[in-house]
């Protein structure tokens, strides 16, 4: 399993605390990328810019990646173009949400 594998399954334990789906499946995760010292770079959004958690989850994301074992750095921005939608989650989230 390569870095970036690693990283999106360690993302893929991180929930929503609103939806009971990981941020992954979500779509709230919308770029990774490593670089060949293994430093992690990760855009991602939140449902909505006043999610309660707008604080604590980026950081989560960050600590989670971090701890994988070689993983350098990890830089993540909160980005809020494009705005999320429910258009961006995965068919298994929407089958999961019955949407």
């Known amino acids: 399993m390569n870095i970036k594998d690693k990283v999106i399954s360690e993302i893929k334990k991180i929930y929503d605390p609103e939806?009971?789906?990981?941020?992954?499946?979500?779509?709230?995760?919308?770029?990774?990328?490593?670089?060949?010292?293994?430093?992690?770079?990760?855009?991602?959004?939140?449902?909505?810019?006043?999610?309660?958690?707008?604080?604590s989850l980026p950081k989560e994301v960050q600590d989670s990646v971090k701890a994988i074992k070689g993983i350098n750095?990890?830089?993540?921005?909160?980005?809020?173009?494009?705005?999320?939608?429910?258009?961006?989650?995965s068919e298994a989230a929407k089958l999961e949400l019955n949407l």
């Open 19 to 55: 939806i009971p789906v990981n941020i992954y499946e979500l779509g709230l995760i919308y770029d990774i990328n490593v670089d060949e010292k293994n430093n992690v770079k990760i855009n991602m959004t939140l449902t909505t810019p006043n999610c309660p958690v707008a604080e």
């Open 73 to 89: 750095n990890v830089d993540l921005k909160l980005v809020w173009e494009p705005p999320w939608d429910k258009s961006m989650m």
